[in-house]
């Protein structure tokens, strides 16, 4: 095993802290930065990387990270899958000694930390904010960077700890000019053509003369496929001797709207794959279907007024609804409320309880007498036992972040009827994981090895592997789920993680009868399972553990992408407060749905957190689809129909043409070896790259020339034209599984045969001489600068609750606060994420302060309004006291001479006219520093409206 470093390279500088914390066996090599050793990487970064035994690189430092956590079995993996880490959640939770290893020992845990969160720490260190906003932070921070093994790798790397990293200009490299030989096989017309880079870059990109003679052999052979499978066929049944794909993605939750991060975490990123495997003459069934059991559910329920089976109807049409808006190609989408989940979950039960695979465990839980159930974690609150929070959950505590198990809780209330509920002991059944340990971890090196798992996968699997399986319960005390058959068990369901995977099979149940033909059929089937990350441990450990503890000759997953997170705009999606796009609002933008499709795959989180902006967005469709795809194809298309009647003439080749086609096999073989490993924004780069040699291959012809030459150019031209038209057919082909519509009408435009819209080996003619194209339109538009900048704003999210808003009366207020506490509940319902439900619950206690003393604790209910009318105002001195009584310390008056200072800047930069981020930027700096001011010396709104004498 080697470690890639360069010096002064601060991601080489984790990587290599990193290595030797973790132990790993192998040595490390210090190389240039743009040193180019990873031979199928094109990226010029490709330090630090790590290459395995096996040969293989992993080259990106999450990658690196992920990896040797899971070989040193140490640590956790909480702060590199996190989807965001809050630095304020972070200043309370940094240990009393600062470093997160044992003993006041630097840990991997500690170089995540310092990965994800450098740029920011430098930036608030320069800014000078960094100790009075987050004093424990930096503590820690100077703690790391001042440890021996840092300072003493340092030095081996030349590494300055105090610049700021900032994004270097690429290099331009120097074109070489274009060899007189070349020039001279212009069919005598080039002295008429300008010289662009474009074309001196196109004759620069090398190629061996096997491969031009491949290019034209395979060229001259023709279309190679004669029979085609029907993908319509119902019910599709493997077919002896052909590839069949079973696909699945993670079953989405039914109580929620999908987001876009849901959407490509899933569902999206399973249909580009199964759609390529159509396109490749494959045999594909790809199910899915919502996950409907489960206190989630339950809860749901509860807050809208429905029945679990209602809240299941609802939103198991909603989720249809946007997947078909999304162009999702599922050939069956179900439920797992169904008569097969239950038959089926049971009886894989037995079988593994029969085996000697379950024990029985006595465990404590929250017994409500008054509504005479067990409660699960998600029906109980009280106050959290390690910071005093009093609207802590069963689960977790939405103020410090920490897990609770229910019976910890302090002063616990049932959350349906509101009395304390007391303390019981209920016995459940649990999966014997111990036993079936080590056929876990053969089962999953066998697919490491065979590189089937990606990175991800990989090392979540072996972070819980190496550690130690632990029983697993996989019953609970719920009505909503599937009855535990066992006469010892009477009244309990099946835990939704041993549940819900099952749901894949009893969905196929659903769609055919004969479903074991896919799921006990493991030589003739290979199961393909898409997800994101935090559901990889039950797909690649309890959903295989159960099949293999039951004994039957199950279909058991082959390839598994375990999907990073997708953020937005830098921040989390919210329904609650608006920000970020759900399914049911992409329609509303106007926006094609494969435009966001596109923009979505080629942004896809294969090794790493990604960020979905507006500008990107926009950037993706102007510059990438509109100039350079777009623009190729109609430039093609339209010098087609207008100098050669839309007709395909004859191709003749020289040496440029036989480099060409060369080239666009290369990119076509890069496009099939990133597809076969599901790395599907790599493969989509592989279009870009064969329409932008199009667009080159045409610039060096220039055909508009020729035209007008002699009946050799002409002849000349409509080969050039022909084959550019060709090159498109190939890329409406290449397309498909990224964007089904645009390939769609692509193909109209052309009047491609239908029996020619397969995957071909290699770049054929897929129209023919005689063949006549239709009418070429432009595919693509514009998104202008002010449509982004609106959509930015409207979801951006806005505060909706009231609680800055002016209040004139306690009974308004009351009624804010009762507005705002039912929109807590409502989020907590509905399992909506921590931090947002934090700050909803911030903005509760918020309004609660508002109250005069003496009703500040009495229920907001209604019933002391008569004693509350005579107060027709907050007394002045509760929101407001005098400012005569603050002492202007030292540190209180230096904190001012900030917030002057930076809002100076902040003017400065309006002034100027500058970008509105960077603005923004300044702007959240300012309202930073106001805010570690004490509350008497805030900045106070300034508005006066409605203000009597």
């Known amino acids: 095993m080697i470690l890639y470093v360069a010096k002064d390279c601060e991601d080489s500088l984790v990587a290599l802290v990193s290595f030797k914390l973790s132990g790993v066996k192998g040595k490390k090599e210090i190389i240039a930065a743009d040193s180019k050793h990873i031979p199928y990487l094109k990226s010029t970064k490709q330090v630090p990387s790590l290459q395995l035994e096996s040969g293989d690189f992993l080259f990106t430092l999450e990658s690196i990270l992920l990896y040797l956590i899971g070989e040193s079995g140490k640590q956790s993996l909480e702060f590199l899958v996190s989807s965001e880490i809050s630095l304020q959640s972070l200043n309370k939770e940094i240990p009393p000694k600062s470093l997160f290893g044992e003993n006041e020992t630097l840990s991997l845990t500690d170089m995540v930390l310092l990965s994800r969160l450098s740029a920011s720490l430098q930036g608030l260190k320069a800014s000078k904010s960094l100790y009075s906003s987050y004093p424990r932070v930096g503590f820690w921070y100077d703690k790391v960077l001042n440890h021996e093994l840092l300072t003493a790798t340092m030095k081996e790397l030349d590494y300055v700890p105090s610049k700021i990293v900032q994004a270097k200009e690429p290099k331009v490299q120097s074109k070489k000019q274009i060899p007189k030989a070349v020039e001279a096989k212009r069919n005598g017309v080039t002295a008429k053509k300008p010289a662009t880079d474009a074309v001196e870059n196109f004759l620069q990109v090398s190629v061996t003369e096997d491969q031009k003679k491949i290019a034209v052999k395979k060229w001259s052979e023709g279309y190679p496929i004669t029979s085609h499978i029907n993908h319509e066929d119902y019910p599709k049944k493997p077919i002896p001797g052909k590839k069949n794909n079973l696909i699945t993605s993670a079953l989405p939750y039914v109580n929620n709207v999908p987001h876009l991060g849901n959407i490509i975490g899933a569902v999206l990123s399973a249909d580009c794959f199964a759609r390529y495997c159509r396109l490749k003459n494959e045999n594909t069934l790809y199910i899915c279907g919502t996950d409907e059991y489960g206190t989630a559910t339950e809860t749901k329920a509860l807050a809208e007024g429905l029945t679990p089976q209602q809240i299941c109807d609802k939103y198991n049409a909603l989720h249809k609804e946007i997947y078909s808006w999304f162009n999702i190609s599922f050939d069956y989408f179900g439920r797992t409320t169904t008569k097969q989940q239950t038959e089926i979950a049971q009886d894989i039960f037995w079988k593994l309880h029969n085996n000697g695979f379950t024990v029985a465990q006595t465990v404590e839980q929250l017994f409500c007498t008054h509504c005479k159930k067990f409660l699960a974690d998600r029906f109980v609150e009280g106050t959290c036992p390690f910071c005093g929070f009093d609207d802590a959950r069963g689960d977790q505590c939405d103020k410090c972040s920490k897990l609770i198990n229910p019976t910890e809780l302090k002063d616990p209330r049932c959350k349906v009827c509101s009395k304390s509920p007391e303390v019981k002991t209920s016995k459940h059944l649990f999966l014997d994981l111990p036993k079936l340990e080590d056929k876990i971890q053969k089962f999953t090196d066998e697919r490491e090895a065979m590189k089937t ?41 099946f835990y939704v993680w041993f549940d819900a995977p099952i749901g894949y099979i009893s969905i196929t149940a659903n769609y055919m009868k004969e479903w074991e033909l896919w799921w006990k059929n493991p030589e003739n089937v290979t199961l393909h399972q898409f997800m994101a990350k935090d559901n990889v441990p039950f797909h690649s450990v309890i959903f295989p553990a159960s099949l293999m503890a039951s004994g039957d000759n199950w279909t058991m997953v082959n390839t598994m992408d375990g999907i990073d997170w997708l953020q937005y705009e830098g921040t989390k999606f919210s329904k609650s407060r608006g920000t970020g796009v759900f399914g049911d609002q992409a329609v509303e933008t106007g926006i094609p749905c494969d435009i966001f499709r596109c923009y979505l795959l080629l942004n896809r989180p294969e090794t790493s957190d990604t ?32 100098s050669f009647g839309s007709e395909i003439r004859e191709m003749t080749f020289n040496a440029d043409d036989e480099h060409f086609i060369a080239l666009v096999n290369g990119h076509l073989a890069s496009y099939f070896k990133n597809f076969e490993e599901r790395m599907m924004s790599r493969a989509f780069e592989s279009i870009f790259a064969i329409s932008k040699i199009g667009n080159q291959y045409l610039q060096y012809n220039a055909p508009w020339v020729l035209t007008k030459g002699s009946e050799a150019d002409k002849q000349r031209a409509g080969s050039v034209i022909s084959v550019a038209t060709n090159v498109a057919a190939l890329l409406s082909v290449m397309i498909s599984p990224f964007m ?59 505060d909706s609750s009231s609680a800055n808003a002016p209040v004139t009366d306690v009974e308004s207020l009351q009624r804010e606060i009762e507005k705002q506490g039912n929109k807590v509940r409502e989020l907590k319902a509905s399992k909506a994420n921590p931090d947002e439900i934090k700050a909803e619950v911030a903005k509760l206690l918020d309004l609660k302060k508002k109250l005069p003393p003496e009703l500040q604790q009495k229920p907001s209910n209604g019933k002391n309004k008569s004693s509350a009318k005579p107060q027709a105002k907050p007394q002045p001195k509760v929101q407001n006291p005098p400012k005569a009584k603050i002492e202007i310390t030292p540190e209180i008056a230096a904190l001012q001479g900030k917030i002057e200072a930076q809002g100076q800047k902040v003017r400065e930069l309006k002034g100027k006219g500058s970008d509105k981020s960077i603005i923004d930027a300044e702007v959240k700096i300012l309202l930073d520093l106001k805010s570690q001011l004490p509350p008497e010396l805030r900045p106070q709104p300034s508005g006066k409206k409605g203000k009597k004498k």
């Open 740 to 798: 089904p519509t645009m390939s769609k009408v692509l193909q109209e435009q052309m009047n491609m045969p239908e029996d020619k819209l397969l995957f071909t080996e290699c770049f054929v003619p897929l129209l023919k001489p005689g063949h006549m194209i239709g009418t070429p339109f432009p595919l693509f538009s514009k998104m202008e600068d002010a449509s982004v900048a609106a959509f930015k704003t409207k979801f951006a999210g806005q």
């Open 453 to 493: 798992y990606n990175t991800t996968t990989v090392s979540i699997t072996n972070s819980w592997i190496k550690t130690g399986l632990k029983p697993r319960c996989i019953t609970r005390d719920l009505k909503w789920g599937t009855p535990v058959p066992h006469e010892d068990y009477k009244g309990k369901v």
């Open 611 to 642: 960020n979905f902006t507006w500008d990107g967005l926009a950037q993706t469709n102007n510059n990438i689809l509109l100039n350079n795809l777009g623009n190729f194809v109609l430039r093609a298309l339209t010098f087609c129909k207008n």
